[in-house]
């Protein structure tokens, strides 16, 4: 089945740790995102990519990180520079970047101890 | 710049009965809408989406909605709610430029 495939789907850091979300999919789709979703705020992008070796910061890039090397593969990494990473991290595709219709991950939550 | 406004955070009915989840947005252009929704601890899924064409836009699972442009509004509707229903529901607007915005969402409480 085509889709998009997070991991892990719970993640639990100590403060000052980097850590790194994975988001693959087999949609054959040009375009990628992250989101981040916190309680009554919807989701507010982090970074997006058009194409391979090519993204954009969104709305909240700092103290995030990404990398498009593979056209299937956008990973995301949390670093210890971001300053309250407790959330629901949702990664998504597009055929086009005019359509609007996404195609959602199943989510990794991230909690920090 | 754009916004959506989801007038409710929270609705409750009772199965069997209406549906109505409230969007306004504001947009410098002619925009496209979406609902989506989501339900707990999963990804967000296309619900329906207008994009010039018909004013009312049929989805998937019964529902509907309305583009009102001299209201500013994109409402949705399901007549009959379903215990499945329960869910976020995410209102989007996407204008020139493809960004999307997402509104705070509302969370649809169904009683049996």
């Known amino acids: 089945d085509g889709g998009i495939t997070q991991s892990p789907k719970y993640l639990f850091r100590k403060e000052g740790q980097n850590v790194t979300l994975s988001c693959e999919q087999n949609?054959?789709?040009?375009?990628m995102y992250w989101y981040r979703q916190d309680p009554g705020q919807g989701l507010r992008l982090i970074y997006y990519?058009?194409?391979?070796?090519?993204?954009q910061k969104g709305d909240i890039a700092e103290g995030y990180s990404v990398s498009r090397e593979k056209k299937e593969s956008f990973p995301l990494t949390v670093t210890s520079a971001q300053k309250n990473p407790t959330a629901f991290y949702l990664c998504?595709?597009?055929?086009?970047?005019?359509?609007?219709?996404?195609?959602f991950g199943e989510g990794s939550r991230l909690t920090v101890l | 710049a754009q916004s959506v406004t989801q007038l409710d955070s929270h609705v409750s009915v009772s199965e069997g009965t209406p549906v109505l989840l409230r969007c306004n947005y504001s947009?410098?252009?002619?925009?496209?809408l979406f609902w989506y929704v989501q339900h707990p601890n999963k990804g967000l899924q296309l619900l329906l989406k207008?994009?010039?064409?018909?004013?009312l836009v049929k989805g998937i699972n019964g529902f509907e909605a309305e583009f009102k442009k001299s209201e500013t509004s994109f409402h949705l509707t399901k007549p009959s709610a379903h215990m499945s229903d329960a869910a976020e529901y995410f209102c989007?607007?996407?204008?020139?430029?493809?960004?999307?915005?997402f509104g705070a969402g509302t969370i649809l409480r169904v009683k049996s």
């Open positions: 998504a595709s597009s055929g086009s970047l005019d359509t609007g219709e996404l195609f």
């Open positions: 949609l054959n789709h040009d375009a």
């Open positions: 990519s058009q194409i391979v070796n090519d993204f």
């Open positions: 947009s410098s252009y002619s925009p496209s």
């Open positions: 207008y994009t010039s064409a018909a004013t």
């Open positions: 989007v607007v996407s204008d020139y430029g493809n960004k999307l915005v």
